[in-house]
């Protein structure tokens, strides 16, 4: 067998959802990170309109992500349902990181690619991104807070962007994560 498709295939198997109580301590270097989110630009992409966009955040801004977190669960939770555990635990989880990278997409017009195939084209960069990082030891983990969409200040979003997730992001523990798949035989039929 062919050995880089036996050692993507060793990767892609070895992936997982890594959250940031399993990092340890330590920075990111900013040359990785670009060399992690190189390898991201190059998925597939409908026309090349490249909608990817990834936003750095890191040191002291990880704190004003932490707080934002913190106040945007405050501002959506009643007061009968607000749970002070749950804000610590939305705001620690930047604090546990080395790094988060706002997901964004710049929408090309409905008219040049029907929107799903620009999320798409996002999804396809962000599983190149989490692959090179499982590669290096890196855990990922891709979250969707409703926070996202009140986040347009914050992460200073030009027109027709949008974020569709922050990606976490630390060197992790060394841990085994178990993970599971159907068989073939649910998802795969010939016609």
Not at 58 to 80: G, M
């Amino acid at each position: 067998m062919n050995p880089d498709f036996l050692i993507l295939s060793r990767i892609i198997r070895e992936r997982r959802a890594v959250f940031p109580q399993f990092y340890k301590p330590g920075k990111i270097s900013k040359a990785l990170l670009l060399n992690i989110l190189e390898n991201g630009i190059w998925a597939p992409t409908h026309k090349k309109t490249q909608p990817w966009r990834f936003i750095i955040i890191q040191d002291e801004k990880l704190v004003d992500l932490s707080k934002f977190l913190a106040e945007h669960y405050k501002s959506i939770t009643p007061e009968e349902s607000f749970s002070e555990q749950k804000m610590i635990k939305a705001s620690e989880k930047p604090l546990q990181s080395a790094c988060v990278i706002a997901l964004c997409l710049h929408r090309s017009s409905e008219e040049l690619i029907p929107a799903w195939e620009e999320t798409a084209a996002l999804s396809c960069a962000t599983q190149n991104i989490w692959l090179s990082a499982s590669a290096l030891g890196i855990g990922a983990y891709w979250s969707t807070p409703s926070a996202i969409y009140k986040m347009n200040d914050f992460l200073k979003l030009k027109k027709n962007e949008e974020c569709l997730g922050l990606f976490y992001m630390g060197w992790k523990k060394e841990i085994v994560l178990p993970a599971e798949r159907w068989d073939l035989d649910k998802v795969v039929r010939e016609l």
